[in-house]
T-cell receptor
Framework: DQQVKQNSPSLSVQEGRISILNCDYT??????FLWYKKYPAEGPTFLIS?????DKNEDGRFTVFLNKSAKHLSLHIVPSQPGDSAVYFC????????????FGTGTLLAVQP | ETGVTQSPTHLIKTRGQQVTLRCSSQ?????VSWYQQALGQGPQFIFQ???????GRGNFPPRFSGLQFPNYSSELNVNALELDDSALYLC????????????FGPGTRLTVL
């Protein structure tokens, strides 16, 4: 049972335009959400996160939006740059004694120059 | 500040053998989590270690075991290797079990023949 889903395996965007990566989840107990970026042959790099008590969090070119009623979150990258080309993973956790992360399957973003 | 390091980078084993993977946590982090990332999938939680004790486990059989040392470094041991154990093994550290953000190492690529 996939509790965190990224239904788009890939996305291609022109440099300078907006990239929107989507993520859906099924477990209403999740209380924290994270986005990681992964380049080939490297581990995932933490990008941005959001608590379930918020609906938006911004950090520079990156903004994460959370819609709890729809169990949906999205990552917006504006403007997109060729260096943003990577696999993006959405992850969630529900706190408790173990902060284990539940990951989606990832979306490969290609930013075309 | 030193990031998360893992060794070895790559490893090739045959079915039935045993393997030990190593991880050094980021300085100041006392909690280490291990994840398995199969090809085309997101990372899956194996277990977490805090204060040298296992603190939560995912859906992995007992032949996956671990250790944490007083300096917070950690080992992942896998006995009786199976072909399906071929994957990227990721170590992540965090500042406590309630910290939401986890920071990943570059991973160890294990191939089982």
């Amino acid at each position: 049972d996939q509790q965190v889903k990224q239904n788009s395996p890939s996305l291609s965007v022109q440099e300078g335009r907006i990239s929107i990566l989507n993520c859906d989840y099924t477990n209403s107990m999740f209380d924290y959400f994270l986005w990681y970026k992964k380049y080939p042959a490297e581990g995932p790099t933490f990008l941005i996160s959001i608590s379930s008590i918020k609906d938006k969090n911004e950090d520079g070119r990156f903004t994460v939006f959370l819609n709890k009623s729809a169990k949906h979150l999205s990552l917006h990258i504006v403007p997109s740059q060729p260096g943003d080309s990577a696999v993006y993973f959405c992850a969630a956790n529900y706190g408790g004694a173990t902060n284990k992360l539940i990951f989606g399957t990832g979306t490969l973003l290609a930013v075309q120059p | 500040e030193t990031g998360v390091t893992q060794s070895p980078t790559h490893l090739i084993k045959t079915r039935g053998q045993q393997v030990t993977l190593r991880c050094s946590s980021q300085s100041g982090h006392n909690t280490v989590s291990w994840y398995q990332q199969a090809l085309g999938q997101g990372p899956q939680f194996i277990f977490q270690y805090y204060r040298e004790e296992e603190n939560g486990r995912g859906n992995f059989p007992p032949r996956f075991s671990g250790l944490q040392f007083p300096n917070y470094s950690s080992e992942l041991n896998v006995n009786a290797l199976e072909l399906d154990d071929s994957a990227l093994y990721l170590c992540a550290s965090s500042a406590g079990t309630s910290a939401n953000e986890q920071f990943f190492g570059p991973g160890t690529r294990l191939t089982v023949l």
